[in-house]
Structures are given as C-alpha cells and as structure tokens.
DNA sequence: CGTATTTCCGATAAAATTGTCTTAAAACTG
DNA sequence: CAGTTTTAAGACAATTTTATCGGAAATACG
C-alpha cells in the first residue's frame, strides 16, 4: 500500500473539510461519522495536522476543527508528510539506505521517475481545488453509495 | 512505504539471483548473507516465490532456490505480485472500494495515472536486464558499502 | 456556579507485519 | 546406514500499525 490508514483517513478528512469551506469549527465526532472513520482515530490524526500546522482546533461546544491555512495552499503531499513523514517522497523503493545516483540500486533511475511522477500530482493539488470539485458533485469521499460527500 | 519489507526482500533476492546467472541451485543462507537478511525471513518468503512458481527449491546438500522460468519472462511485478498481492496496481489511493470512473474519489484520475506509469515500470523491468546490468557493475543491492553484490 | 460539549492525552487492546526458534523431512556423502 | 546439509513448516515473540477507552482540561451557556 502506498499510504498508510492514517493518511488515507487524514486525507479523506481534510478534503471533507476543504468541500465544506467556510471557516467555521467543525467538531471531529461529526467527519468522523460522515466519513465512517473510528472518532478517537480520527481525534489523534488531526492533532497531528494541528502539530504540522494545517489545522486549528477549538475545545468546547462549537468547537472542533477546521484549516489554518488557506486551502489553496494546502496540498495533499503536505497532509502525507504531516502524518506519513516524507519517506515516501525521498527513500529507495527497495528501502536501500543513502541509495543516490553514485550508489544507486537497479530500480534507482526508473523508481526516481514514478516517485517524482507521484510527488508532482499530490504536490499540485490543492485542497482547494478539490473541495471545488467535491462541491460541484459526482465525487465521493467514502466507501457507501453516498454521492459527494462535501 | 510502497513495498513491503517482505516485497523488498524479496525483490532484492530474486535480483541478485537474476545477477548470478546459472541454473544452479543457491543456498538460501548464503543469498541471507550476502543481502544481509534475516535466514529464517528470507526462506519464507522464497516458499512463496515457490508457490507462485517464479523459483524452485531442491533439500539437501548443493541444495537451495534457483529462477524457475527464463529470468526474461519474470518481471520485478510479478514478483511483487506474487507477496504482496495486486492491491498496488488496482486500489484505490484513499483506499476506498469500488472507486472507479463512475464512482470516483477526487483523487481518482491522478491516481490512475501515477499507478500506471508504476505498473509499467514494474512491469517492464525484466530480471534478466537487471541481471545483466548487475553484472555489468556499479549497481548494489546491500544497505553496506559493497559494489555489485551480482 | 453547574452542566453539557468538545478537544487533549495517556493507557490499553487488537491486528498485522516482521523476525526468531525448533523440529521435521528430504537429499547427498561416505 | 549414519551423519551432514538444506529446505519446509509451524510455533512463538517482537514490533508497528490500527483501533478503543476513560478521564482531564477547556469552553460555552444558562
């Protein structure tokens, strides 16, 4: 798998609250059941993102979450490496140590050219960009039948 | 992380194997040695590989794995496939089942892409051309200091 | 002030992955 | 046949990831 639960759920999470916009706190016990995600996961994933940066939080009724920064400078590879840290953009696909040009492993030239391919796409996209396509509809953030789930 | 340790391990194996070239068999402890793998791990992994029919295995003295079919018919996928499981090449990103062009996540499209331009690759790479590269030089396949571990 | 809401945080548990150990079975050697 | 080498296989342990639980702290509101 290439993300981990955590950043799968970060992301999902993320791109809810992009499709929702507006700057209102949104508590996490209610993403959490939109998007049928485990609630105390869920909790600890954003306080990751509040660590990082990308979220604020706010006890309290009313309270809850939402970004911190503007959604357009948002993009999904910084949601990754907040919660997956940057491996996924920076290390050997076959978790050879300090494997560089100089010393490289044999997949070093091809995997460098789909890791780069990779981080381009999740780099370019924007939460607002996508929060614009879930509220234009036809996309989905969970696994029922559900359509947009802005 | 895009493989498993027991995909990298794998891969690692069979490429060094692919390096050695022969139709000899090679102990599994002197293949953990040299890659500087756990034995135990390694010989799991290789009875997978036996399962899957890219090797085969031979007890006893002069014993040990060798490639089953032409290293030019077995492909670094197939080899992932064969322990990992084809998930890489066919799920979703956010990991949500049934995403697809009808049902798409917003991250669906770019994801296509990148997955293919991967499976390409790994689906490309033969191990008969890495073997050969491996014995040309200059390539590793060891955390260590060593060059050409063919 | 008292109560309800909500995040924060630590403890714990369950599950999956990774790694180790031990014994059995097969095959060669002399 | 006895002894050695080597894979096969199952049990077990350690680690990491994923998930759950319970209470403490902050905030709002009446």
């Given amino acids: 798998m290439l ?9 999902r999470a993320m791109l809810h609250l992009a499709g929702i916009g ?12 939109t998007l049928n995600i485990s609630f105390h996961f869920l909790t600890k994933i954003f306080q990751q993102l ?17 970004l911190e920064i503007d959604a357009s400078k948002i993009t999904v590879k910084a949601v990754v490496v907040a919660l ?9 696909v076959l978790g ?23 981080e381009t796409m999740l780099g370019q996209k924007t939460l607002a960009e996508i929060g614009s396509d879930l509220r234009s509809g036809g996309y989905r953030l969970t696994a029922g039948a559900e359509w947009t789930d802005a």
């Fill in 50 to 66: 509040a660590r990082a940066g990308l979220i604020s939080s706010y006890r309290g009724p009313n309270g809850g979450v939402r």
């Fill in 22 to 33: 507006g700057d209102e706190y949104v508590p996490v016990k209610k993403i959490s059941q």
């Fill in 96 to 118: 050879l140590p300090g494997c560089t040009e100089d010393r490289p492993c044999p997949l070093h030239s091809h995997w460098i050219t789909s890791r780069k391919e990779i």
């Fill in 3 to 11: 993300l981990s639960k955590t950043s799968e759920y970060g992301i």
């Fill in 84 to 92: 997956d840290g940057p491996d996924l953009f920076t290390q050997c």
